[in-house]
């Protein structure tokens, strides 16, 4: 009897100490699910929101405050400032997605395709689902001529998010180069 309070007193003290961001995954597979099912453009881009939202808890305020004030940075074109905030953000939480992938997407909007491709491989590790990276990927590969692999990247896009327009057009843009011209 001491034995299951001790283990039931431990187990509670652990699921209070986890981070809130742990438990967002059975959540965020759920919108996933949804998402790749979305009927019509308006229900996927709820969804999306909904998704993004789930995959932005750290668990930490600190590290969710990292992650606004970067986000803020870059909507404001403060590219410096935006890579400040999320290498702090990448260095003290290394297995939050979500900061890698703003880390990536401020190298991207300074040029710094090379790292910012590593950031994004780093996104994936951690979150194999998560679009936004692998749309960035797509984007480096297609800007640096790679249009296979780009091609490759939006593919996997459209079976996370069906109604993502910019890679519908991006597919289209790139299937004759990539598939060749049917005889």
């Given at each position: ?142 800007q640096l001529g790679k249009a296979a692999?780009a091609y490759d990247a939006y593919a ?28």
């Amino acid at each position: 009897m001491l034995f299951k309070s001790t283990l039931t007193a431990l187990c509670t003290v652990v699921m209070i100490s986890l981070p809130s961001g742990l438990w967002a995954g059975s959540r965020a597979e759920k919108l996933l699910d949804e998402l790749a099912q979305a009927q019509d453009a308006a229900a996927a881009h709820r969804l999306e929101t909904q998704v993004v939202g789930e995959w932005s808890k750290s668990g930490s305020a600190a590290m969710d405050l990292l992650l606004k004030r970067g986000e803020d940075a870059l909507e404001v074109g403060k590219t410096e400032a935006a890579i400040e905030h999320f290498r702090a953000l990448t260095d003290h939480a290394p297995d939050f997605a979500q900061g890698w992938q703003g880390l990536a997407m401020a190298y991207y909007q300074a040029n710094q395709f090379g790292v910012a491709m590593d950031a994004l491989e780093r996104t994936l590790a951690i979150n194999p689902d998560h679009f936004g990276a692998l749309r960035g990927v797509g984007a480096i590969h297609e800007q640096l001529g790679k249009a296979a692999l780009a091609y490759d990247a939006y593919a996997r896009v459209l079976e996370l998010r069906p109604h993502d327009a910019d890679v519908i057009s991006a597919m289209a843009r790139l299937e004759r180069e990539v598939k060749g011209v049917e005889l």
